[in-house]
C-alpha cells in the first residue's frame, strides 16, 4: 500500500518532492534534534490522488492519517477532544516550491466544547483558552467552509460595542465564551449543520481544504507565472500545537540568519511576546527587533543563534526560520531557504564561498539569474514606494522604475525633454517603429495594448528602458492629449511612474534609486565567465546597444535587426523610395541612398565591437511595414516623393499581406529584389574594409533570414559571395567573413542537414520557430492564450520559456543534422528566449554554441549559462 | 573518363535517363534490326556537364563528338564536307521525358558552299540542293544563332516578289542559289562574320545550341507545370540524314499503332511523297491518310504495319512514330509510346489485356490518373472549339467546360437560372461562402483573383463545376454589371465560355459535349479497386457531394467541413447569433438553434454512405469568417439582430486578427466555447442514433482540428465522450464512434506519439501542415512563388504535390510515432493533396489508411492509389 502519511521523524529534507518544503524541512529538524512540535505530513501523492478521484479524499489517507495522529498524541502524551489534556494541532500548506496563494495556516485545530474547557483548566487562562475557540471557529469557517469571515467580524464589533471597549484584548474570558457561542449559532446558520464537535473530522476537512486551495485561481496565476507544474500537488503539514500566547515567557518571531536585503551577516527579525503568529502579521501590535531578544533573554537568544547558525551551515544556505516560545522554552516551527534581494544573493553567495561553505559552483547555483535584472535597473526608493498605491497593472514587459510627465507622441516627447530636460513616460495605445526617437528619449513606456514580446516592450528591453505594456484599463486619447483609468482622466504633464519590473503603473511621482552595481556583482560575474562553455552574446542594432552589451560582457553581437536602421525619420525616405520604385534602376538609386548609412552604421558597430563577431541579419519584414496606411499620411508621402496619391495608394495597397507573418519577407525579399542583398553585403563588407584599414580586426557573419530550402539560401549566398569577394579582392585585405542562415522555419530544421551543406552557421529565430511550430502567432494568440492557462492545457507562455518538446525537438533535430554534415557548426540563438533562464539552459544541453540577448540581459545569460554548465557539464 | 557519346548501336530502351526517350528508342529500334538511319547520342550528362561549366562544352565532349561522327561517317560511306559526297546529318533534342518547348530539329545540317555542289550532283537535283541550303541557313541562323528569322523571310519574298511568283515551289535552282548568296550576307551583316563553312563548327554549335535550350523560359515553364527537375538535363541526337523529298518514290509521314483519339485498333496518321517532315508541319501541302499509302505502294504500307506491330509488341504500348521513304526505301527516325486521350488511354490499357500483352498491373500503369478527369467532365465540341479564340487565361481551376450568360451575383445566377433554365457563368473578384448557393446553379465560375486553392476553386472542384480562377486580365465592375479585358467590354448577359481544364476563357457560347463513361473506365477501375490497399474517402459537405462521390466509388467520407453547413443564407443567422453572443447563455440560446440543422444535415450525410464512416471535422475557421466587414452590411445586420451598430461594429472588430491563419480558429473555438464541441457532438450522435433507428449503420468520426498538444485533444475529447455516451447510453443502442484529430499543426506531428494516447485517428491537414512548415501562407505565397519558380528554387507548387522532404518528413515522423503508441493507428489525409496522384503515391508509401479528396478525384485517387500498389507492394 502506498504510504500517504509521513510522522516528521520519518522523513528528511531529500524528500522535498513527496512531503513538500515545509515538510521536508520539519523533517530535516526533527532529525538534527533541534527542538520541533512533532507531528506528521500528508504527501504530495495524496493530493494528486484526490484530485485523481473526482475530488475526495481516500479511506486509506484518512486511515493513515489517523494512526499517524495517534502516535503523535502519545509524543505529546494528550488526546485531541480530551477535556483535561486536550491535543491541539496547526494544519499548514507546504508544496515542493514556496507558493503564495494557496491556504496557509489553521491553528488551534483540535478545540470542542470540550477540549476548550480542557484547555482553559490545564493554563489556568479561561481567556486564552475562549480567546483562540473563538479564533479557531472563525478560521475553519472561513477557510475550510468558506464562509465569508466578515459575518463573524460583524459579532465581534457588536460585542465590543456592547461592552462600551476598543480592542479585542479589552474583551474578557465570559465575552469570549459568549462570543464562541454567537459563532457557533451563525456558523450552523449559514453551513446548516452544527459547527464540527468531533476533532477528526475537523482534521480531515482541513486536509481537503489545503488539497483544494492548490487548484484555486490564485494558486494557479502564482504556478503560471511560475511554471510550477500543476501535476506537482501539495503537501499538508499537522503540527502539534505550541503556544507564544501563554504569557510573558512566552511568545512568537521570524528571523533570517543574515539580512536579506544587503546579504550582512547578522540575525535578522521581529519576536513578539505573549503572541501567536497571526498577531505578528495583524499589525496591531508593533513586533521588536530580534536584537532585542538578546537583552530580554540573552539565553534564549544564544539558543537561537546557535540554531540558526546550524542551520545555515546544514543547508549552506541562509535561512528564513519560524519560532515559538512557549513558557519559555524554544521551538522551532519551520525554516527553508530565504528569499533575498538580488544585492543580498550576491553578496551572500561570494561570503560564503569565502567563508569555506560552498565552492564557486556551488555559490553560482544560488543566485536567481532573473534577479540580477534589479541589479542593472533603477528601483523606486522603497519609502516613498509604501506610501503609494497602483492605479493598475499591465504587463512587466521591461524592468526598471521610471516616473515622468505624460506625453501622447515620440515627437512630443523629444520636444519635451530637448526643452527642459526633465523626464517622460511615453503612453501609447501600442508603439511602432515610427516612435523610436521618441522611446530613446523617455524614461518608462506605457501601452495600453501589446504583449511581452510587442515592439514596445522588444525595443525596450533591448534599450534597458522601463516599460509596461499591454495595460489594458488605460484608454488612450492621442488627439485629446489624455488618458483615463476607470473613469480618472490624466493629462499630458501631469506625472506618473510605472514599474517595469511588476507592472504597476502609478499616478504620481515616485522617487528612483539608480541601480548600484557592486564589485561583488562583478566577482559573481567573473566566477560564471570561469565555468560556462556557451558564449553570450547580444542583440544589438545601434552602437549604443553594443556599448552596453560590451559594459554588461556580451562577446560579440549575435542579431543586428538592419532593418531598425532604415525607421530613423533621416532614412525612411530613401528606403520608401526603394519599396515604391517601379522597377529596378529605380530601385537601384534608392538603394544607392542606402548604401552609405548602413555602411556608417556597420562602421560603429565594429569599433563598439572589436575583436568580436558581428551577426548582421539582413532585411526581414514585410515592405509595408514601411510605408504609411492611413490616407492622410498616405496624402503626405506622395507629395513628398512627387507621386500622384492614387498611384501611392495602390502601390501600398498592394502590398497588404492576408497574413503577413506568412507573408513576402526575410530571404523572399532577396530572391524578388537580390539588388537588396547586393547592397547589404556592399555596406557589410565596405564597412569591414574601412575599420580593416583603421588596424581593428573584425568577423562578419551574414545571416540569411527565413530559409526554408537550400537552393533557396544558396541563391543568396552566391550573390553575397561574389559580392563581397570582389570588394576584398580589390581592397588587397583580408577579411574574414561567414555566410549563415536562422532556423526559424520548421523545414528548416527539419532539412537542416542540406541547408548546413552551404550555411556556415545556424541561428535559432525561436521567436518565428515557435509561432510556426505551435500554428499561432504572437499577435493574435492574446485572444485565446488566456483560456489555455485556465484550463491548464498549457502552463507557460511558449513565447517567454522555449517549448522544449516540440520547438526544442526541432532544435536538436537542426543542431544534430546540421553537425553530421558540418561537424562543429557555429549554432545559436538570437530569439528572446536568448535572455530567459531556462531557455539559456536547455540552450546549453542542446550544444549551442552561443545564446544571443538583449544588452540587458547579458549577465542573466552568463550566470544562466555557468550554472547550466555546472549543473550538465558539457565538453 | 566519363562516357558521353554513345553510337545508336551502342544504346538500348533502358538507357533513357542517360541518351534521353528519343536516343534510348533509336538505339533500341537500331537493336531490333529496323531500319534506322544511324548516328549517335550526346548523353544528358554532357548538358549537366555543360551548365557546371558556366554553359561551356567540354573538350572531351567534343573530341567525342567527332569520334563517333567518325564511325557515322564510315557507316555511310559518306563525309562531312565532301564535294563529292558529303555526310548530312539533323540534330535533336530528346531528354528523359518528352519535352515540348525545347529545340527540336535542325535538318541538313553539314552543306557549306563545297557540299551543296555535291549534293546537287548526287542527287542530280540542283533545285533541291540549294533548296536544302537555303532552309538550313535560316534554320541555323534562327535556332542556333538567335536571328529572327523575319531577315530571311523578307529576302525570300522579295525574290518571289521579283519572280512575279506566289509560291517557294515556283522557284528554280538558280533563285535559290542567288537567295543562298544573299542568305549568307545577311548573316555576315547581323552575326559580324561569315556563314560557317566548317561542318564540324555547324554541329558543335547546334549541340551547344540544344543544350541550351533545355534553360529557355518555354522549357522552364513546360518542366515546372510537369514536375520535371531541372536537374535532368537533355540529350542530343545526331543522325545521319535521310530524304523524303528525293522525288516521288521518297517521302515522309508520322503514325501511331492505335487509334488515339479512341483506342482503335488500327494504324492512324499521315504522311506526304516527296516532302520533308517540316511540310507535312507547315500546311502548305494537304498530307493523306496512312490508309491511302496501301493503295499508293502496298508493299511500303504492309513493312510499315509489320514494323509498327513489331514495335507495339516489343515497347508493349501503343507506338508513336516518324518515318522517310528515301528512293524507296523504308527508314524509321522515331518511335515513341503515343500521347492518347483519357478515352483511347482506357480501351488501350483494357484491349491490351485482352490481346493478352499486357498483364491488368500493368495495364493500369498505363493510364495517366490526371487524364481521368477528362472522362468526369464535359468538354468542349472539337469542332467548335477549333474556330474560337481565348480572350485571356487564367488558373485551371476546376477541370470541364462550359458556356453560360454572365452573371456577377449569387443571387442573379440563382434568379436567372430559376426564370429559364439557361446556363450562367458567375464572374467574380473573387467568391465567398455566402455565395455558395450561386455557384451551384452556375454552369461555371470565373474569379479575378484567387489561386488553386482559393475559395472558388476548392468549392468547384468539389461540386465537379468548373472554374477558372484568378484570371488577371479580368477586371469586374459588378456595380456597372459589366467586366472588361484589356478595354473590351462583357455585359450581365453576355455569353462567355470557359475551360477549367487550359484556364481558357472566350467570348462566345461554345458547345460542349458531355462526359462518357465507358464499360471499358468501370473495368478498368475494378482492376485498381482489385489491386489497391489504400482507400479512398472523399471530402463532402453536403449529401449532394456525397452522393456523387458514392457514385464514383468513395470510402466513406474523410473531411466534412462543419462550417460549410453555416453559409447557408438561412443559417448563417443563427451563425452570427452565436458569433455576437455576450455570454454563455445567449450563445447557448443561438447554438439550441443550430443543432437541428446540423442534425439534419448528419442525417443525411449518414444515408448517403451507409456503412461506411464519416468523419466530421469540427468548427474550423475564424468567426471573422462568418460575419460582415463593410460599414453598410454591418448596419443591415444591427438592424436584422436588433442590436446598435457601434455594439455590432465593435464586437466585429473585436474578431479582427492580425495573421488570421495563425488566430483563434480550430480547437482553440472549442477551448474557449466548449458549448460548440458539445452542440456539434449532440447533432453528430443525435444523427447517428436516429439512423440507427431506421436499421441502418454508421459509424462518426470525429475530428479536431488544429491540435498541437495533447492536452489540448484531451480537454475536447472529454467533452465529447461525455455528452456522446450520455446520448447513447439514453437512446439504448450500440453506437461506435471514433475521436480523433487532424495533424496539420508541425507540433502535432513532433509530438504524434503523445497525442497517438488519445487520439483514435490521424488525418492529415496537408493545406495547413504545408503553410506551416514553409512558414508562407497560401493568400499571400502567390506574390512570390513565381520568383521561386524563376529562381528554380521551387520547381512545382507545394500546395499542388506534397513537399515529400519537408511536410512527407513530418508526415512520416507523425505515423511512426503515432504506430508505436497506437498500433494500427487508422491515418489519413484531407487536403487537397489527397486527390494529387504523386501524392496519393506518396500517402500509399508512408503507410497512410486512406486518402480523402473532392469527389470528382475520387476515381483519379483509385487508379493513383493501384499504382503506387503495383510500384511498391504494401502488406
Not at 542593472?376 to 521610471?402: E, M, N, R, V, Y
Request: include cysteine; charge should be negative; charged fraction near 25%.
Amino acid at each position: 500500500m502506498t504510504k500517504y502519511v509521513y510522522l516528521f521523524k520519518e522523513g528528511q529534507a531529500s524528500m522535498k518532492n513527496l512531503l513538500g518544503g515545509k515538510g521536508a524541512n520539519l523533517a530535516e529538524m526533527t532529525n538534527l534534534g533541534l527542538p520541533v512540535p512533532q507531528g506528521f505530513t500528508v504527501t504530495t501523492e495524496a493530493c494528486i490522488q484526490y484530485y485523481k478521484d473526482g475530488k475526495k479524499i481516500a479511506p486509506e489517507v484518512v486511515e493513515q492519517i489517523f494512526a499517524a495522529l495517534e502516535k503523535t498524541e502519545a509524543e505529546f502524551g494528550k488526546k485531541f477532544g480530551d477535556a483535561k489534556n486536550p491535543f491541539l494541532v496547526s494544519v499548514r500548506s507546504g508544496a515542493r516550491a514556496s507558493m503564495p496563494g494557496m491556504m496557509d495556516t489553521i491553528l488551534n485545530l483540535g478545540l470542542t466544547d470540550e477540549a476548550v474547557e480542557g484547555l482553559a483548566k490545564l493554563t489556568d487562562n479561561p481567556r486564552f483558552a475562549y480567546d483562540s475557540y473563538r479564533r479557531f471557529i472563525q478560521m475553519f469557517a472561513d477557510v475550510v467552509m468558506e464562509i465569508d469571515k466578515i459575518n463573524f467580524e460583524h459579532l465581534l464589533e457588536a460585542m465590543k460595542e456592547a461592552k462600551g471597549v476598543h480592542l479585542d484584548t479589552e474583551l474578557d474570558a465570559e465575552d469570549l465564551k459568549n462570543l464562541v457561542g454567537q459563532f457557533k449559532v451563525k456558523y450552523q446558520e449559514l453551513k446548516g449543520e452544527p459547527f464540527p464537535q468531533d476533532p477528526k473530522v475537523q482534521l480531515i476537512e482541513a486536509v481537503q481544504a489545503v488539497f483544494r486551495s492548490w487548484d484555486n485561481p490564485r494558486a494557479n496565476t502564482y504556478r503560471m507565472l511560475n511554471h510550477i507544474p500543476y501535476e506537482w500537488g501539495t503537501a499538508v503539514n499537522v503540527q502539534g500545537m505550541v503556544f507564544g500566547n501563554m504569557g510573558q515567557d512566552s511568545g512568537t518571531g521570524v528571523a533570517f540568519s543574515r539580512n536579506p536585503a544587503n546579504g550582512d551577516r547578522v540575525l535578522y527579525g521581529e519576536y513578539l511576546f505573549n503572541a501567536q503568529g497571526e498577531d505578528v502579521v495583524a499589525g496591531i501590535r508593533t513586533p521588536k527587533p530580534i536584537a532585542e531578544l538578546k537583552k530580554e533573554n540573552e539565553a534564549l537568544y544564544e539558543e537561537f543563534d546557535r540554531i540558526a547558525t546550524k542551520l545555515e551551515a546544514h543547508y549552506r544556505d541562509m535561512q528564513d526560520m519560524e519560532f515559538t516560545i512557549e513558557k519559555g522554552k524554544l521551538y522551532m516551527l519551520q525554516t527553508r531557504n530565504g528569499k533575498r534581494t538580488a544585492q543580498a544573493a550576491v553578496k551572500i553567495a561570494i561570503d560564503l564561498v569565502n567563508e569555506g561553505v560552498l565552492t564557486k559552483e556551488e555559490a553560482l547555483l544560488k543566485v536567481e539569474p532573473s534577479q540580477l535584472d534589479a541589479l542593472l535597473h533603477p528601483t523606486f526608493d522603497p519609502k516613498a514606494l509604501k506610501a503609494a498605491k497602483p492605479i493598475t497593472q499591465g504587463l512587466a514587459a521591461s524592468p526598471g522604475a521610471a516616473y515622468g510627465r505624460v506625453v501622447f507622441t515620440a515627437e512630443r516627447a523629444a520636444e519635451l525633454v530637448k526643452k527642459d530636460k526633465l523626464p517622460v513616460v511615453l503612453v501609447r495605445q501600442e508603439t511602432s517603429p515610427e516612435d523610436i526617437e521618441g522611446m530613446v528619449v523617455s524614461a518608462g513606456i506605457l501601452t495600453a495594448r501589446g504583449g511581452m514580446t510587442s515592439h514596445a516592450a522588444v525595443v525596450a528591453r533591448g534599450m534597458g528602458t522601463c516599460c509596461v505594456a499591454g495595460a489594458g484599463e488605460v484608454k488612450v486619447n492621442e488627439h485629446g492629449k489624455f488618458f483615463t483609468i476607470n473613469g480618472k482622466r490624466y493629462n499630458e504633464g501631469d506625472y506618473i511612474s510605472i514599474d517595469g519590473s511588476t507592472g504597476y503603473v502609478y499616478g504620481e511621482k515616485i522617487a528612483t534609486t539608480e541601480a548600484v552595481v557592486s564589485g561583488d556583482f562583478a566577482t559573481l560575474m567573473s566566477w560564471a565567465d570561469e565555468i560556462r562553455v556557451l558564449k553570450v552574446r547580444t542583440n544589438a542594432d545601434t552602437p549604443r546597444d553594443a556599448h552596453q552589451a560590451r559594459v554588461f560582457g556580451a562577446e560579440g553581437i549575435g542579431l543586428c535587426r538592419t532593418e531598425h536602421m532604415f525607421f530613423e525619420s533621416s532614412r525612411i525616405k530613401a528606403m520608401r523610395e526603394m519599396i515604391v520604385a517601379k522597377n529596378l534602376k529605380e530601385r537601384e538609386v534608392a538603394l544607392a541612398k542606402l548604401l552609405p548609412m548602413q555602411r556608417e552604421d556597420f562602421i560603429k558597430l565594429y569599433k563598439e565591437m572589436e575583436g568580436y563577431a558581428v551577426t548582421v541579419r539582413y532585411l526581414d519584414p514585410p515592405l509595408h511595414e514601411f510605408v504609411p496606411h492611413t490616407d492622410a499620411e498616405i496624402a503626405d508621402l506622395a507629395k513628398e516623393m512627387g507621386l500622384p496619391f492614387e498611384e501611392l495608394k495602390r502601390t501600398i495597397e498592394d502590398l497588404h499581406e492576408t497574413n503577413p507573418m506568412l507573408g513576402h519577407r526575410g530571404v523572399r525579399l532577396s530572391i524578388t529584389y537580390p539588388e537588396i542583398a547586393v547592397m547589404q553585403t556592399k555596406a557589410v563588407i565596405e564597412a569591414a574594409i574601412q575599420v580593416t584599414k583603421e588596424g581593428l580586426h573584425v568577423e562578419p557573419e551574414i545571416m540569411i533570414p527565413l530559409i526554408g530550402e537550400l537552393k533557396e539560401f544558396k541563391f543568396v549566398k552566391d550573390i553575397v559571395v561574389k559580392t563581397a569577394d570582389e570588394l576584398i579582392k580589390a581592397s588587397g585585405l583580408k577579411i574574414k567573413y561567414l555566410v549563415g542562415t536562422m532556423i526559424e522555419i520548421p523545414r528548416a530544421a527539419l532539412l537542416a542537414d542540406e541547408i548546413a551543406k552551404e550555411a556556415e552557421f545556424f541561428s535559432f529565430g525561436t521567436n518565428d520557430l515557435t509561432q510556426m511550430t505551435f500554428g499561432f502567432s504572437r499577435d493574435d494568440a492574446g485572444k485565446f492564450l488566456p483560456d489555455y492557462y485556465k484550463t491548464k492545457i498549457f502552463e507557460s507562455d511558449p513565447f517567454a520559456h522555449i517549448d522544449q518538446r516540440g520547438v526544442g525537438k526541432l532544435m536538436k533535430m537542426a543542431v544534430s543534422l546540421g553537425s553530421e554534415v558540418r561537424p562543429n557548426i557555429k549554432t545559436g540563438i538570437c530569439g528572446e528566449h536568448g535572455g530567459d533562464p531556462q531557455s539559456v539552459e536547455f540552450c546549453h544541453n542542446t550544444g549551442l554554441t552561443y545564446v544571443s540577448c538583449s544588452p540587458f540581459r547579458v549577465p542573466l545569460a552568463r550566470l544562466a549559462a555557468a550554472q547550466a554548465q555546472i549543473k550538465n557539464p558539457r565538453k
